[in-house]
């Protein structure tokens, strides 16, 4: 059973930057792939992007658009998430999910974090 702990949202302005993080523990970490969701007040949970085991990430370009960075270090179990010029639009709870395999829609990942709120201010 892998437990997955995000850490790293607050409050942030308009045009500033936020790193979360999501430590794993209970698995092999360099054996799943790890992404990110986000999910805003009313509204359905969306991908924002996803790393592959070797490092491949991939992003929802309608929201993320060269703005959000994946990254993870294997020595660490941990997936970061480099969020720069965010945006009022970027306000949401972000979850850290993880999954034997590369994936983009919610219904996918067998394991997912608790969440950590990000809110960005106008």
């Known amino acids: 059973q892998v437990q997955l702990v995000e850490s790293g949202g607050g409050l942030v302005q308009a045009g500033g930057s936020l790193r979360l993080s999501c430590v794993a523990s209970?698995?092999?970490?360099?054996?799943?792939?790890m992404g990110w969701f986000r999910q805003a007040p009313g509204k359905e949970r969306e991908f924002v992007g996803s790393i592959s085991r070797s490092g491949n990430s991939i992003y929802d370009p309608r929201s993320v658009k060269g703005r959000f960075t994946i990254s993870r270090d294997n020595a660490e179990n941990t997936v970061f998430l480099q969020m720069n010029s965010l945006k009022p639009e970027d306000t949401a709870v972000y979850y850290c999910a993880a999954h034997q395999n590369m994936f983009v829609s919610p219904t996918i990942p067998r394991y997912w974090g608790q969440g950590t709120q990000v809110t960005v201010s106008s």
């Open positions: 209970g698995g092999t970490f360099s054996s799943y792939a």
